[in-house]
């Protein structure tokens, strides 16, 4: 690294802690870890005890992880504008920026995922604990070894499993919400496109690719092949954050209205212990 770059990145930290002096109250809200301590205190089976605290308490730290490099990620954007030098531009996109934009833009779908499968797995424990009858039976099962069920069959299953829940719709409506059609186009489809082909570029530098469509096919089995080049413009890290915030809002909302489910939960598999005591003490 030169001494001219060095220079500017230390200077470039130093105007980011100023920054944060400035907006300290505009951290996005954290998660509180309450219920997770309560889900700890509740005795329901050796998988529930196992396993269910552990998957809360990784949805909210990564939650709250999530919050505080959204934050930062607002923060360097702001000193990013403080230089008018392209070059220090480059300079603090690539070293301070573009690693906390990606981790930020990863997030609503991992979100989603995340609760999905940690309500999914409550819910179902917590149905065993509760309700007499109930067979430890998944849909899943029904597949051969290493298949794995498709997102809509998971989310099929996660309404089966919480419909005798009365705070599992609330749940589902704002789960619903999250990573939705409109912040993928808005993104560009960045997320997927991450995982499995060639995403915009952050900021700076435009892609090039090519598509490729077979046209006018006929009964004869002739076609044409049509190519289209293509020029991605890349992502403005603004509009992203801006747009990454919204969906932390709503984020916000599901994860309320999950750590609500788990609470009803608790309260049932408390409830239930209870009237299992009773019953022992009769007898």
Not at 25 to 52: C, H, I, M, N
Not at 81 to 109: G, L, R
Request: glycine share 4%; with cysteine.
């Amino acid at each position: 690294m030169s001494t001219l770059s060095r220079t500017v990145l230390e200077g470039a930290y130093t105007r980011l802690h100023d920054r944060a002096e400035q907006v300290r109250s505009e951290v996005p809200r954290l998660t509180p870890y309450d219920v997770l301590k309560r889900t700890e205190a509740t005795q329901g089976s050796f998988a529930w005890g196992w396993a269910a605290p552990s998957e809360i308490g990784e949805v909210i730290n990564s939650f709250n992880a999530w919050a505080l490099q959204l934050h930062v990620w607002r923060l360097w954007n702001d000193v990013l504008q403080s230089y008018p030098s392209e070059d220090d531009h480059w300079e603090i996109s690539s070293h301070f920026i573009e690693p906390v934009a990606y981790f930020c833009m990863m997030q609503p779908a991992s979100l989603s995922e995340r609760l999905a499968i940690s309500a999914e797995f409550a819910l179902h424990q917590a149905n065993l604990y509760v309700f007499d009858g109930e067979k430890d039976e998944l849909d899943e099962d029904k597949k051969k070894p290493g298949d794995y069920l498709k997102k809509k069959e998971r989310i099929q299953q996660l309404q089966r499993l919480g419909s005798r829940w009365p705070r599992f719709d609330a749940f589902f409506e704002a789960h619903k919400d999250l990573n939705g059609r409109i912040y993928r186009e808005r993104t560009k489809n960045f997320r997927n496109l991450s995982a499995h082909a060639f995403p915009p570029r952050l900021q700076f530098g435009y892609l090039h690719r090519v598509k490729r469509e077979v046209v006018n096919p006929d009964v004869s089995g002739g076609r044409s092949v049509s190519y289209t080049m293509l020029e991605i413009p890349p992502l403005d890290f603004h509009d992203m954050q801006v747009a990454n915030l919204e969906e932390y809002q709503k984020g916000l909302v599901a994860i309320d209205r999950f750590l609500s489910l788990i609470d009803g939960l608790c309260d049932a598999i408390n409830a239930r212990n209870e009237e299992r005591q009773k019953k022992n003490a009769a007898d």
